[in-house]
């Protein structure tokens, strides 16, 4: 499906019936079963890049559709904008007094959280009572595309030079670039830019930093997603729940070697909280919990490509990440990683890969909204089986 039609289209209660024959189309059918490790592997981009994904034109159209064709149900608002002054939009559904905040396409070339998103957006805007009952019991607040400069270039970074960075930050004069810009592109990972104090600001001898260690809030996309944040957090005193939706390589297989996996998910992103300050709300077994609600809603899909989600690596030590700095704060932390950038396979199974995604988020916030969450068991999570590397059959991607 186009994204022009998928725009036209955005409005219509057929969407729903196209989203699951394009996933059904994109595997054979995903009830027959999982997709051989033996299956392709890095060969056959299809050289279309982010084409055929919903660029920034249709994005900004389908919020504004939404937003009308609820009535104003799913408010939609201005929250920032990018370094190269397109505007960044959140998008907020429900009343209810736990709040989940989900960020998309943080890297520009990691198009399907974008995609769910915005069909998941319009279920919970609808008219139904399931959607109606979920409203009062929670409140989703989406940034549908965060790096809205590196979608448009169908890169990871954003579109900024040190230069800009140092002309909004004079006191970096002499510093040397931060190590997540790319001078090649002339661009950040954003995704690197964050730090659990909401009030830091840059200092010179904090740079160049490395992975190991926090952010700067030196990007202007970094401080949107943090204001989000703050002003969630003076709403209602905790984020309860941060989801961020990105993708990953395509070649990854379940640990006992049946099968190819494309999702992985995790809660971890600190090695030791205590390195960073005091930050007493950090609850390492509530992000558990919640990837287990995302874990159990795509297991409900059978025996099927969708239950073969695996686990993210779990030496991961980001603290710069939105993911790490937020779950310092007290939020628990979900992390989609759907195989496929734009640059490996263009839209190749674009709608299975958008549909789990959809899958998951959906069951994660139905599980908040119930409650049911609460009570999910963490030993769930600790036995997802773990992700493996497949070799490329063909050059390295």
């Not at 510093?175 to 659990?196: E, K, L, Q, T």
Request: proline residues 5%; charged residues 20%.
């Amino acid at each position: 499906m186009s994204a022009r039609s998928w725009v036209a289209t955005l409005a219509s209660a057929a969407l729903i019936a196209g989203f699951s024959t394009v996933a059904a189309n994109a595997t054979g059918n995903p009830t027959n079963g999982a997709i051989p490790p033996v299956s392709h592997c890095g060969t056959e981009a299809s050289g279309s890049g982010n084409e055929g994904f919903v660029d920034y034109a249709q994005l900004t159209t389908a919020l504004q559709q939404l937003e009308t064709s609820t009535g104003g149900t799913v408010d939609v608002e201005v929250a920032g904008y990018s370094n190269q002054g397109r505007a960044i939009h959140t998008a907020r559904v429900g009343e209810g007094d736990k709040v989940v905040y989900v960020q998309t396409q943080i890297h520009g070339n990691e198009m399907h959280g974008t995609e769910a998103a915005l069909e998941l957006l319009k279920q919970w805007g609808s008219d139904s009572p399931a959607a109606k009952k979920l409203r009062k019991n929670v409140t989703v607040v989406v940034i549908p595309r965060l790096n809205v400069d590196g979608g448009e270039l169908d890169q990871r970074q954003n579109d900024m030079t040190w230069d800009e960075v140092v002309a909004d930050f004079p006191q970096l004069a002499g510093a040397s670039p931060s190590w997540n810009y790319n001078s090649r592109v002339g661009g950040f990972d954003i995704n690197r830019d964050f730090h659990p104090n909401l009030d830091y600001v840059p200092a010179a001898e904090d740079f160049p930093g490395d992975s190991a260690d926090t952010g700067w809030y030196i990007t202007p996309e970094a401080q949107t997603s943090r204001d989000v944040y703050r002003s969630l957090e003076q709403e209602f005193g905790t984020v309860d729940y941060f989801v961020d939706l990105h993708n990953q390589w395509s070649c990854y297989a379940t640990d006992d070697m049946e099968s190819m996996s494309p999702l992985s998910i995790s809660a971890k992103f600190i090695d030791n909280p205590a390195e960073f300050g005091s930050w007493p709300k950090f609850d390492m077994d509530a992000s558990k919990r919640a990837n287990v609600a995302v874990y159990q809603a795509l297991q409900k899909r059978g025996k099927s490509s969708y239950g073969d989600l695996t686990l993210y690596p779990q030496s991961t030590n980001l603290p710069g990440t939105a993911l790490g700095s937020y779950q310092l704060r007290g939020s628990a932390a979900i992390l989609f990683e759907t195989s496929s950038q734009t640059q490996y396979d263009g839209m190749k199974r674009n709608g299975m890969l958008a549909k789990m995604v959809e899958t998951g988020l959906g069951g994660l916030v139905d599980a908040v909204a119930d409650g049911s969450v609460n009570s999910l068991d963490t030993g769930v999570y600790d036995a997802i089986p773990k992700r493996v590397t497949l070799p490329s059959d063909g050059p390295g991607v």
